[in-house]
């Protein structure tokens, strides 16, 4: 609100005093006057001077009035900004812009006064004031640097928190440019340059990330962001903030080294679960043993190829169905048991049944397994061979002991046959005497002779027996077998008993043999 007022004075050194003065204002007048009290109010009743002479002692006049009435006294226009209430006590700010009215002499008569409310300008002015010191109390805190680049002069501006960023030592004064970017980084210079030269051609800003080297050699990172100055007269001016960001890089940096780390290891983890995965795929695929999965009411859920080499059975052919119809009827009852145990939460060591090839034939198989939620985990091992290995093992394990035995017993007979040889010598001796002694019948030689025959076949027993125990070499020699059988006919009935009838029958075309 412009509004014009009249103020008349009368020169003299009272115009320094308020006595003799009077001043009236209101917000429905836009004119009052300070005069001396000489004749009436000229249209100013007392009210409204007293109201005058209020707001001149309520406001800081005079701190203004020797400058002002020193400027006027010497023909001057004063101008001064001053804080004074209204009539209804309202405190506002004016901006009064005072000039002398000078009489025909060249005395002051009087003073022409315009004045301008400027208190939302001021009010504006303080708010502004206000946040500048918020901005700056938080840029400080924050420890942004502030900057400013005259792009005519080449002249740079800046903070002491620019300063710190820099490395540089305080106070430092007559910075360029160039200065700034010789602090660059060599890597980073040349975006730094382009995004300055950005910024003073267009009107945009730029931001930008870069690494900085201070004099004693460290790096640092640093994160710069401005723009030019839009304000009218200014606009050859970027303006913006730095800040110091290496600790925030290194924190980034060792962040990405971490993720890079754990993905290392997530890759790791997924190369052995996938090669574990291979491994056990593997292992199905070549194993030389029948794995099964099945749930608990014996339906198959799974088969490995070893089922086709094994029992000869496919995949197809063996899935979907009951593998209880494929063991051995005196095996069911206990693999039905089995099957509970393994319900019931137990594991199976070791458990043997017959499964049906599919040649028809049964095939022994040992089991181990382990149950899971709702399956059943076997593994079988095809025993059939090593079963008939064992049997040929304990038949053999027979053999060698009924070697033994015979081994025993022709050490023993071979010292009984030593015993009754010796007998036999002695009887040899004495019919060999009696048959020289003469003097015998007939009747008596034949019975000494018969008795010798005897002797010699015993003796030829006892030779036998001894080679046999003494495992003397075979020594074959051709012999007529009618005529051995024969021989051995009272021997054989002798031994068996006279209840029982010898009958020898030989065919008396039998060839000569070569025997021992």
Request: aromatic share 6%; with cysteine.
């Amino acid at each position: 609100m412009l509004a014009v007022r009249q103020a008349l004075f009368l020169a003299g050194e009272g115009a320094d005093r308020a006595e003799g003065l009077e001043f009236a204002a209101g917000p429905e007048i836009d004119r009052f006057a300070l005069r001396r009290e000489r004749g009436g109010p000229h249209g100013i009743d007392e009210q409204r001077r007293a109201a005058g002479r209020l707001a001149l002692a309520q406001q800081p006049f005079d701190l203004h009035r020797g400058r002002r009435r020193q400027g006027l006294d010497l023909g001057g226009i004063g101008h001064f900004e001053a804080l004074c209430p209204t009539a209804k006590g309202t405190l506002k700010w004016w901006d009064v812009l005072v000039s002398p009215l000078l009489g025909g002499d060249g005395s002051l008569q009087g003073l022409l006064s315009i004045s301008r409310d400027i208190t939302q300008q001021r009010e504006a002015d303080e708010r502004e004031r206000k946040l500048a010191t918020k901005l700056r109390f938080a840029l400080e805190v924050a420890r942004y640097g502030e900057w400013d680049f005259d792009v005519l002069s080449g002249c740079l501006t800046f903070n002491s928190h620019f300063e710190q960023c820099f490395g540089l030592n305080e106070g430092v004064t007559g910075w360029r440019l160039e200065h700034l970017l010789s602090r660059v980084h060599a890597a980073d210079r040349a975006a730094v340059s382009a995004a300055l030269q950005s910024a003073q051609s267009g009107d945009a800003g730029f931001d930008v990330e870069f690494r900085v080297v201070w004099p004693d050699a460290a790096i640092h990172w640093l994160h710069m962001r401005g723009s030019r100055y839009l304000e009218p007269g200014y606009d050859n001016h970027l303006t913006g903030l730095i800040s110091d960001i290496t600790d925030r890089v290194l924190d980034k940096e060792a962040l990405k080294d971490a993720y890079r780390k754990q993905h290392e290891s997530v890759s790791v983890l997924e190369r052995r679960i996938n090669q574990q995965a291979a491994d056990r795929d593997r292992m199905w695929r070549l194993s030389t043993d029948l794995m099964l999965v099945a749930n608990f009411n014996a339906e198959v859920v799974s088969i490995n190829p070893a089922w086709t080499t094994i029992l000869g059975y496919e995949t197809g052919a063996v899935v979907g169905s009951n593998f209880m119809a494929l063991v051995h009827p005196d095996d069911q009852a206990a693999t039905l048991n089995e099957v509970g145990s393994l319900a019931s939460g137990l594991t199976t060591l070791r458990f043997e049944n017959r499964y049906r090839h599919a040649d028809g034939s049964w095939r022994d198989v040992s089991w181990t397994a382990v149950p899971d939620v709702d399956l059943i985990h076997a593994v079988g091992r095809d025993i059939t061979d090593e079963k008939l290995a064992a049997e040929a093992l304990r038949q053999t394990e027979s053999a060698l002991l009924q070697s033994q035995k015979l081994e025993s017993i022709g050490k023993l007979t071979g010292g009984v046959a030593h015993d009754f040889n010796n007998v036999l010598q002695i009887i040899s001796g004495n019919l060999q005497l009696l048959q020289m002694a003469g003097g015998a019948n007939a009747a008596t030689l034949k019975r000494l002779a018969t008795a010798t025959v005897a002797v010699e076949r015993g003796a030829r027993l006892a030779s036998q027996l001894l080679s046999f125990a003494r495992r003397h070499p075979l020594k074959p020699v051709v012999a007529d077998l009618r005529q051995l059988l024969h021989s051995m006919d009272d021997l054989l009935q002798r031994a068996i008993g006279e209840s029982v009838a010898v009958a020898l029958t030989v065919d008396p075309h039998l060839w000569r043999t070569l025997i021992d």
